[in-house]
């Protein structure tokens, strides 16, 4: 199938795909070639993106999946492909997110997003 993975600012992924695997508010699942048509809520995790025999991990802070006529249209939020997860400099931005004194939700909710990552990365390297 067609896959293609877009944020507002940029294209993370556009080629053919074998597997689809992503997070909604039920649970992980994976699209495959031929499935049928569906529209899935998508929430903070990671997608990977099964092509050719490789795997392309990514992880976003949520969005959509629409799929059609053997297209998969994802349109995702912050996305951050693995290679370009940079630990160290996230652990620097979560700990002045958690310095600041007075907590806010978008700090928060920043700050496990941030954790997410590092937790992904970790796990690949």
Known sequence: ???????VDRTVFEGEADRIVARTPHGEFAVLNGHAPLVAVLVPGVIRVH?????????TQG????????????????P???????????REEI???RNQGESEDADAREAEYLELLCRVK????
Not at 80 to 90: Q, R, S
Not at 122 to 125: F, G, V
């Open 1 to 7: 199938m067609q896959c293609i993975v877009r944020s």
């Open 51 to 59: 092509a050719s025999g490789t795997e392309q991990v990514l992880v």
């Open 63 to 78: 969005g959509t999946l629409e799929l059609a006529n053997g297209e998969a249209m994802l349109l995702v939020e912050r």
């Open 80 to 90: 951050y492909p693995l290679e370009e997860i940079d630990t160290a400099a996230l």
């Open 95 to 97: 700990d002045a997110l």
């Open 122 to 125: 970790e796990s690949h390297d």
